[in-house]
Antibody
Framework: EVRLVESGGGLVQPGGSLRLSCAAS????????MHWVRQVPGKGLVWVAR????????AYAASVKGRFTISRDTAKNTLYLQMNSLRVDDSAVYFC?????????????WGRGTLVTVSS | QSVLTQPPAESGTPGQSVTISCSGS????????VNWYQQLSGTAPRLLIY???QRPSGVPDRFSASKSGTSASLAISGLQSEDEADYYC???????????FGGGTKLTVL
């Protein structure tokens, strides 16, 4: 069974840093592109970042480029999102997603999300 | 304001058919496959349609989708109460070099 479990969310002050983790299981992690998507409660989905299966190619939303870094540890089957210089408008639920194999940018599995709150 | 335009809300009665539109541009829908997601209240989104018109296993055939030019649409036939949810279109955008989501459509089953 495919499982994605996010962790690392919490309350952080503006300008602070946080690292989110996504523990993956039930599939060959190194075969799949992975994404982070965020959602302010009650609002729409917003794509954040994507990482290739081998970790060599990444893409970011303009709003987070230069502040966030997506990475993966294949040995630990874990996806990360390092978030620096956090702003109030980064507050959201962050979902980890897996791309459907051979169908780029179609997320067929989603975690339950982890809540990030940026506030003083 | 999202790059992909969806109606904020649609509604229908049980048994009816509903269509949700998603309008984009040559940078996104016009060049790449469209995916659709369903998000029930309080849950994570679920992939409903991939590659413009393909249903993952487990998705009822009441759900169908199509794409033409720079627009796409999701059709739900035989509407059921459990279809009440938010629906999002999504696609890669060559200009933004990233995935873009539509603003979402809240479907109400009356």
């Amino acid at each position: 069974e495919v499982r994605l479990v996010e962790s690392g969310g919490g309350l952080v002050q503006p300008g602070g840093s946080l690292r989110l983790s996504c523990a993956a299981s039930g599939f060959t992690f190194s075969d799949y592109f992975m994404h982070w998507v965020r959602q302010v409660p009650g609002k729409g989905l917003v794509w954040v970042a994507r990482l290739s299966n081998n970790g060599r190619s990444s893409a970011y939303a303009a709003s987070v480029k230069g502040r966030f870094t997506i990475s993966r540890d294949t040995a630990k089957n874990t996806l990360y999102l390092q978030m620096n210089s956090l702003r109030v408008d980064d507050s959201a639920v962050y979902f980890c997603t897996r791309d459907r194999r051979w169908e780029p940018n179609s997320s067929d599995y989603w975690g339950r999300g982890t809540l990030v709150t940026v506030s003083s | 304001q999202s790059v992909l335009t969806q109606p904020p809300a649609e509604s229908g009665t049980p048994g009816q058919s509903v269509t949700i539109s998603c309008s984009g541009s040559s940078f996104n829908i016009g060049s790449h496959a469209v995916n659709w997601y369903q998000q029930l209240s309080g849950t994570a989104p679920r992939l409903l349609i991939y590659a413009n018109d393909q249903r993952p296993s487990g998705v009822p055939d009441r759900f169908s989708a199509s794409k033409s030019g720079t627009s796409a649409s999701l059709a739900i036939s035989g509407l059921q109460s459990e279809d009440e949810a938010d629906y999002y279109c999504a696609v890669w955008d060559d200009s933004l070099i990233g995935v873009v989501f539509g603003g979402g459509t809240k479907l109400t089953v009356l």
